[in-house]
Every structure is written in structure tokens, then in C-alpha cells.
């Protein structure tokens, strides 16, 4: 694989920046200048698989935009890749932000996640909570506290 200049940023006790300076192992499926894609080693389903950029950030409210984008990218063409080959049917991008949003890495990632219908062994994975429709006042109150 190609070689690409050192990150700028650069936490010392974080583990994918280790992964990137190649000091940890992983199966990596894909890097550009700005990002690398590996496998998660707890995958929820066949293929999971992880995006960063190599430059670090803390999360989602950290990242510069340029990162980010170039991040969401490479999620982007990797699920495109798990399609074409790991016939998988769809594919679920998670990005966890912040320790009571179930982030457990605190570099800024993307969870690239293929799944298969009906696959109960490839895919166990079920919605984490059951989908019903909510109060329309406090939905429009949430909507008036998040407009700009
Ligand atoms: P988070 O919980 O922060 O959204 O996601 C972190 C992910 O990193 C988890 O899915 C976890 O399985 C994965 N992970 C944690 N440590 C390692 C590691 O050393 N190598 C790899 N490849 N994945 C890791
Ligand atoms: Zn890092």
C-alpha cells in the first residue's frame, strides 16, 4: 500500500492513532491521505468495519471539516465495496458521539456496518429501540430549541 505523510494531530495514548502509525495491528481494507478503514474487532455483523481520518480528533463535534468529510467518503466507497463484494443487502453508517452516545474510542470514527436479510447468523443485529410515534408538541419543541 501507499505510503502517506505522518498525521499532524496526534494523541499519544489512543489506539487507532497507534493504529495508523502502524504500532498496533489490523486488517486494514483501504487508506487515502486522509483516512484509513479497518476491521472492527467486535463486529456486529460479517464485515464490520471501521473508518477514521488519520488526523486525531475526539468525535463528531471535534473533527475539522475537511476531515470529516474526507471520512464519510471513504465510508461511503467502502459500503459501496461491501455491496459488490459481500453481496450484502444494505449497509448501516453509525458514528457514536460521546461516552452516553456508546462511544468507547475517543478518536472520531465511522462504523461501516453490511448487513444481510434474513441472516441471522451474519447479521443478529436488531433496532435498539421500537420505533412509535411521539408527543407532536414536545417534537415541536425540540424542533423550535434546534432551529437556528
Ligand atoms: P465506539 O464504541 O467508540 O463507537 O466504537 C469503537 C469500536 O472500536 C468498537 O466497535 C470496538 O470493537 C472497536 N475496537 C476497539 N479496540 C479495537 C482495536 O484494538 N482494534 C480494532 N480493529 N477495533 C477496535
Ligand atoms: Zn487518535
Known sequence: MAEFAPPEHVADDCIFCKIIARELPAFVLDEDEHTLSFMDINPGTRGHALVIPRNHSQDLIAIEPADLQATILSAQRLAARMKDRLQCDGVNLLNCCGADAWQTVFHTHIHVIP??????????LRLPWIPKPGDMADIEAAAQELTA
Open 115 to 124: 448487513r444481510y436479510k434474513d441472516d441471522p447468523e451474519r447479521d443478529p
